[in-house]
C-alpha cells in the first residue's frame, strides 16, 4: 500500500491507535470554552445555536448589490460580506484611469458615502452583522458604514461585524496593498483604538489565511503565517500604547476549509490552541476572551472546478462539514458557478441552503467538539501544532512576520507548495474529479452572470455629480486635516471621517495618505 501524504505533508497512517496520541491529551484538550480552547472557544458551541451563516456578495453597482444583500437576508443568512471591486480595494475611485475596465467586476464599485448609502439601503444595520472583505482601505470603508448607521439614527455603539483590515496578508499572497508596512501597521493600530473608543463591538481586524491558502499555502503554512501576521499586530498595538487585553477581544481570524475533513478538523483545532498559548504566555493578556481564537471560514475557491460545475456542490458540502466540526464562529460557503464567473441568485442561494441543511437536518450540532479523542484527528492536531510552531519560530528568527515579508519568505514558500500541487495534477497523482479524472464527455453550456459593461460609465457620471454638488473649499480643508494627522501621530480616522462626511472620495482619502505615507514597493530579495 503506497504512503498517503496530508496536504501539509505528513504521513496518515492507514490505522490509527491510543498509542499514536502523545501523553497529556486532557490538558491539551481542557473543555469547551475554556483555556488552550482545543475543543472550541463557546462551552455549549452550536448545541445553543448555529454558527453565522454568511454569504459573500458584490457586484456592479451599489445598487445591484443591495438588492442581493436583501434577497440572502429574507433567507435566512445571519450576517452579509461584502466583496469590493478591485478600484475600491485599492483606494481608487471608478473614473482614476487606473481602474478601467475593472469597475464593478469582482465586486461593488464604492466610490463615496452616497453609494455606501445605496448598498445598505433597507438593510436593518443594528440587527444584521456586516463583513467587509477590504485590507488597504479597510478604515474608509468602516468610517463609510458608521457615517451611513448615523444617518439611520444607529450609534456606532450598536453595529456588528468585521473588516479584514489584514494588510500584512496582501504582501504575501494577494498583492491589494497601498502603502508600506510601517504605514500600514500605524493605520491599523489607529483603527484598533478608533474601534475601541467610537465602535466597541466591531471586530477590528480579521488575519487571514484563507487567501493564503488560495495561493497555495498548506495547512501548516496557513496557520502558521497568519498566526505570525497576527503576532505582528499585537506588537503593533503594544508600540502604540494599547493594552493587549484592549485590543486582543476584538481580534478575529480567516481560514479556509477543504474537502480534506480530517486535516481541516485538525487544524482549527491546533490554531485554537497556538494562540491561546502565545496570547496567555507570551503577551501575558489577563482576560480570557484575549485568548480565544475566533474565526470565520470560506470554503476553498480554489479547489472549485469549471468543469462539471455542479460537482462543486458536494465540495462544498464537505468543506462546509470540515468548518463546522472544526468549531467556526461564521462560515460562507461558496456558489458551485464561482470558478466561472459571479454567483447568480440560484447558486448563492443553494450555498446558503447547503449550511441550513448542515445546521438543521444533520447532528453534527447536537454535540460539542464531536472529534475529540479521536486517534487520528488528535494525533494530527499535535503533528499540524508541532510543525506550525517550528514555522513560526523561522518566522520569528528572521525578525517576524514583517522582516521575513521584506526578505519574501512567506511568499516563496508558499509559491513552492502550489508548484507542488500543481504537479501533481497534472501528473495525475492527485486526482481533481472532472478535470485530470472522470471527465465527461460534454457539458452543458452554463449561462454565468455578466457584469453590465455600462457601470463604468455610470459611477463616473455619478462622481461627476457629486464633485458638482459638494463643498469643495470644505473638501480640500477636511483632505488637508487628513494629510497633517498622517504627518503627525494623530489618530488618523478622526479627520478621515470628517472629510468623507463632507463628501470626499474614497480615492480623494486613500491619494491624501499616498501623498505623505508613499507605496510599497514588493521585493524579490529571497
Known sequence: MSERLSESGQSIKPVYHADDIAPGLEERLGEPGTYPFTRGVYPSMYTGRPWTMRQYAGFGTAKE????????????????????????????????????????????????????????????????????????????????YQLVAEEKGIPGSKLTGTIQNDVLKEYIARGTYIYPPAHSLRFISDIFAYCKAEVPRWNTISISGYHMAEAGATPVQEIAFTIADGIEYVRAAQRAGLAVDDIAPRLS???????????EVAKFRAARRIWADVMKNDFGAKDPKSHMLRFHTQTAGVQLTAQQPEVNLVRVAVQGLAAVLGGTQSLHTNSFDEAIALPTVKAATLALRTQQVLAYETDVTATVDPFAGSYVVEAMTDEIEKAARELMATVEDMGGAVKAIERGFQKSEIEKSAYSVAMGIEDGSRTVVGVNRFQAESEERYAPLRVDPSIEADQRQRLAELRAGRNQAEVDARLEDLRKAAEGTDNVLYPLREALRARATVGEVSNALRAVWGVYTPSDAF
Open 253 to 263: 481570524f480567516f481560514f479556509v476549509s477543504r474537502t480534506t475533513i480530517l486535516e
Open 65 to 144: 448589490s443591495n438588492e442581493r444583500y436583501r434577497h440572502l437576508v429574507a433567507q435566512g443568512t445571519g450576517g452579509l460580506s461584502v466583496a469590493f471591486d478591485l478600484p475600491t480595494q485599492m483606494g481608487y475611485d471608478s473614473d482614476d484611469p487606473i481602474a478601467s475596465g475593472e469597475v464593478g467586476k469582482v465586486g461593488v464599485a464604492i466610490d463615496s458615502i452616497d453609494d455606501m448609502r445605496l448598498l445598505f439601503d433597507q438593510i436593518p444595520l443594528d440587527e444584521v452583522s456586516t463583513s467587509m472583505t477590504i485590507n488597504a482601505p479597510a478604515a474608509v470603508l468602516l468610517v463609510l
